[in-house]
């Protein structure tokens, strides 16, 4: 009989996910026994030839990760999804936007103007910039279109379910391809991660008080938190409370706060909201004047509350003037 084949693909991120399926390390070897894999560019070469030649339902699954910046990220997307049943947003970038998706707080052409004008270490009298269409030698040659936004991958093409996490941890990978090959994957749109937030999961939980009076917010960037208490009674932002468990609480472990790469908390209807929320009843205030200060020294709200998560939000991106075209 013959193995099912999976297919990996990589879009707008940094290459850690594709890093994770490489720390399976020897569980790879399972997975390579059960599955064919069909398409990995990071490890071997294919084009998008190739892809177009499969047949609808030939491939099982395809795993995408990063969010979707590019026209040919699109292109390459959408032709997956066309040939594949199951399609999993794998990692933070595909599920929510991840950290590529912070420059939905700036526009096109401030991103270009800082790549090829702005920069020290970039020589460009003539101001020249990418074109998505150009003749050199005679020879036609293309580029896509760098979009005005970033978007997960269910903003556009259908997604079956989402694998969390900055990257997913290898036993969520690890899991889900058993429930793939088993058959036994809940119902479609399901995160494939527990259902309770950080904090239940969290080994500080039992130092956090019942009740925390916030005078200042806190940055590791500036001072170092104490590792055997909970982060947030110390005044650093942990996003434990509106971000969804299963991680491994590495953060934490590391003597960091939690970043909020698991995403919202199931039925969260916008994680920065939620943990604003959850902030501005810790924070110690009892007048306009100190709610304001308080509120001063929280650097970067849009990073932090949104770290992972701005081009799925309510927000979505920075409001411009004059809307652009993609």
Same mark, same amino acid.
């Given at each position: 009989?013959?193995?099912?084949?999976v297919?990996?693909?990589?879009?707008?991120?940094?290459?850690?996910?594709?890093?994770?399926?490489?720390?399976?390390a020897?569980?790879?070897?399972?997975?390579?026994e059960?599955?064919?894999?069909?398409?990995?560019?990071?490890?071997?070469?294919?084009?998008?030839?190739?892809?177009?030649?499969?047949?609808?339902?030939?491939?099982?699954?395809?795993?995408?990760?990063?969010?979707?910046?590019?026209s040919?990220?699109?292109?390459?997307?959408r032709?997956?999804?066309?040939?594949?049943?199951? *399609?999993? %947003?794998?990692?933070?970038? @595909?599920?929510?936007?991840?950290?590529?998706? &912070? $420059?939905?707080?700036?526009?096109?052409? #401030?991103?270009l103007?800082?790549?090829?004008?702005r920069?020290?270490?970039?020589?460009?009298?003539?101001?020249?910039?990418?074109?998505?269409?150009?003749?050199?030698?005679g020879?036609?040659?293309e580029?896509?279109?760098?979009?005005?936004?970033?978007?997960?991958?269910d903003?556009?093409?259908?997604?079956?379910?989402?694998?969390?996490?900055?990257?997913p941890?290898?036993?969520?990978?690890?899991?889900? *391809?058993? %429930?793939?090959?088993?058959? @036994?994957?809940?119902?479609?749109?399901?995160? &494939? $991660?527990?259902?309770?937030?950080?904090? #239940?999961?969290?080994?500080?939980?039992?130092?956090?008080?019942?009740?925390?009076?916030?005078?200042?917010?806190?940055?590791?960037?500036t001072?170092?938190?104490?590792?055997?208490?909970?982060?947030?009674?110390?005044?650093?932002?942990?996003?434990?409370?509106?971000?969804?468990?299963?991680?491994?609480?590495?953060?934490?472990?590391?003597?960091?706060?939690?970043?909020?790469?698991?995403?919202?908390?199931?039925?969260?209807?916008?994680?920065g909201?939620?943990?604003?929320?959850?902030?501005?009843? &810790?924070?110690?205030?009892?007048?306009?004047?100190?709610?304001?200060?308080?509120?001063?020294?929280?650097?970067?709200?849009?990073?932090?509350?949104?770290?992972?998560?701005?081009?799925?939000?309510?927000?979505?991106?920075?409001?411009i003037?004059k809307?652009?075209?993609?």
């Amino acid at each position: 009989m013959a193995k099912p084949k999976v297919a990996f693909y990589w879009c707008a991120s940094c290459g850690g996910c594709e890093e994770t399926v490489v720390d399976l390390a020897e569980d790879i070897l399972k997975v390579v026994e059960a599955v064919d894999i069909a398409l990995w560019p990071v490890a071997l070469d294919f084009k998008l030839k190739d892809v177009e030649t499969w047949q609808p339902g030939e491939v099982a699954v395809a795993f995408i990760n990063g969010a979707v910046r590019l026209s040919e990220q699109h292109e390459w997307v959408r032709l997956l999804r066309e040939k594949c049943p199951l *399609v999993i %947003a794998f990692g933070s970038c @595909a599920h929510l936007g991840g950290i590529p998706g &912070l $420059a939905n707080d700036t526009t096109r052409e #401030e991103i270009l103007a800082n790549k090829y004008h702005r920069s020290l270490t970039v020589d460009n009298p003539n101001r020249v910039e990418p074109r998505t269409a150009c003749t050199v030698n005679g020879y036609e040659l293309e580029l896509p279109l760098f979009w005005k936004d970033v978007k997960p991958l269910d903003a556009v093409i259908d997604v079956d379910y989402y694998l969390p996490g900055c990257p997913p941890p290898t036993a969520l990978v690890a899991q889900a *391809v058993d %429930a793939i090959l088993k058959g @036994a994957l809940p119902p479609k749109g399901s995160v &494939l $991660a527990p259902e309770k937030s950080l904090c #239940e999961s969290c080994p500080l939980n039992e130092t956090k008080p019942e009740t925390l009076a916030i005078k200042e917010f806190k940055r590791v960037a500036t001072s170092t938190p104490e590792p055997d208490r909970c982060y947030l009674a110390q005044g650093y932002v942990c996003m434990g409370p509106a971000t969804r468990s299963g991680c491994g609480e590495r953060c934490i472990h590391g003597n960091m706060p939690c970043r909020g790469c698991f995403g919202p908390t199931p039925g969260a209807l916008d994680m920065g909201t939620k943990m604003l929320g959850a902030l501005g009843t &810790l924070g110690e205030a009892d007048s306009d004047g100190t709610a304001m200060a308080l509120a001063g020294t929280l650097a970067d709200p849009i990073g932090t509350l949104y770290r992972f998560s701005l081009p799925a939000s309510l927000l979505k991106r920075r409001c411009i003037e004059k809307e652009e075209a993609l």
